[in-house]
């Protein structure tokens, strides 16, 4: 287990690697600089974190009760603390708990896999080749040279396409990091000004920090237009993309990302997010993106 994590059997917790645990995942894109401290056994600046994927016993905040792991990105200094890989699975974590009681709606595409995020109440489909993650598994982004890992934009219960789709020893310590090709998941914005604003900047939010780190000048985004999904949701899109990424590794692409941003019944918004690796062979096509985008509903959560 990595520092800070928690079996997925129940076993005793850890100790929080966090001085100070990082944003609530549901809260506005971050884009002031990093706070000043550290985890213990970290050295600022040390790695490539670039996608962090965690489960949280309290998934408000990210850091309260790890069970995950950094599964998605090439944080190699998290993992030099850490004893090994055996215990770094997060299938093991959907197997375990796929949705903690909570059955979820059913899909409405044939043949298609449902992805629910029942804190809010959030639904959409993905084809049978994507794997959700558990309702607890979060997935975000920091700066590469935060020590406290502060997010800068999240995503909850995701779907992943691909996981292993690139694997790399970047740093050539004998530790393979794994890519993945795609994700897709919701989150709660509280405090957002606007659904264009959150289309807009969380859109940027995760191709600068999934693949242009430190050039935000590389990320470019679309026009926000408005998008209805087939349940009748209203609200705001953008696509954001980038360009000239520069490959140092070979698992180094261009990406992009686009967020459809809404209000919900309730009155807050939220958002569903997909992020991809772009000009390779097995880029998701724009088509699909907009099929997975027309299926996110709100759904009212049972305990069943």
Not at 133 to 158: G, I
């Amino acid at each position: 287990m990595w520092p800070g994590e928690q079996s997925p059997a129940g076993g005793p917790e850890q100790p929080n690697p966090y001085k100070e645990p990082p944003a609530p995942w549901n809260a506005p894109t971050v884009t002031s600089g990093p706070p000043a401290g550290g985890p213990p056994g970290r050295e600022p600046g040390g790695g490539r974190t670039k996608l962090v994927a965690i489960g949280a016993a309290a998934a408000v905040v990210l850091a309260a009760a790890v069970t995950g792991v950094a599964l998605l990105g090439w944080d190699n200094d998290d993992r030099a603390a850490g004893p090994g890989p055996a215990a770094s699975s997060a299938s093991a974590s959907v197997a375990d708990d796929p949705r903690s009681g909570d059955s979820g709606p059913a899909p409405t595409v044939a043949g298609w896999t449902v992805v629910a995020n029942p804190d809010h109440g959030i639904a959409f489909d993905v084809p049978a080749s994507w794997a959700p993650q558990s309702r607890d598994w979060v997935t975000y982004v920091a700066e590469d040279d935060d020590p406290d890992e502060k997010p800068l934009v999240a995503m909850k219960a995701p779907a992943v396409l691909q996981e292993e789709w690139c694997a790399s020893d970047g740093d050539r310590g004998g530790s393979v990091d794994h890519t993945p090709l795609a994700s897709a998941g919701t989150r709660g914005n509280n405090g957002a000004r606007s659904t264009e604003d959150v289309a807009r900047t969380d859109s940027a939010a995760w191709v600068y920090g999934a693949y242009t780190q430190p050039d935000r000048d590389k990320v470019s985004t679309g026009p926000v237009t408005s998008f209805t999904t087939a349940s009748g949701i209203r609200g705001s899109i953008a696509t954001s993309r980038s360009s000239g990424v520069a490959k140092k590794d070979k698992c180094d692409v261009d990406g992009k990302a686009t967020t459809f941003a809404f209000e919900t019944a309730d009155g807050d918004f939220a958002s569903w997010s997909f992020f991809g690796a772009a000009g390779v062979d097995d880029e998701v096509p724009e088509t699909t993106v907009r099929e997975i985008l027309a299926t996110v509903r709100e759904y009212t959560p049972s305990d069943s």
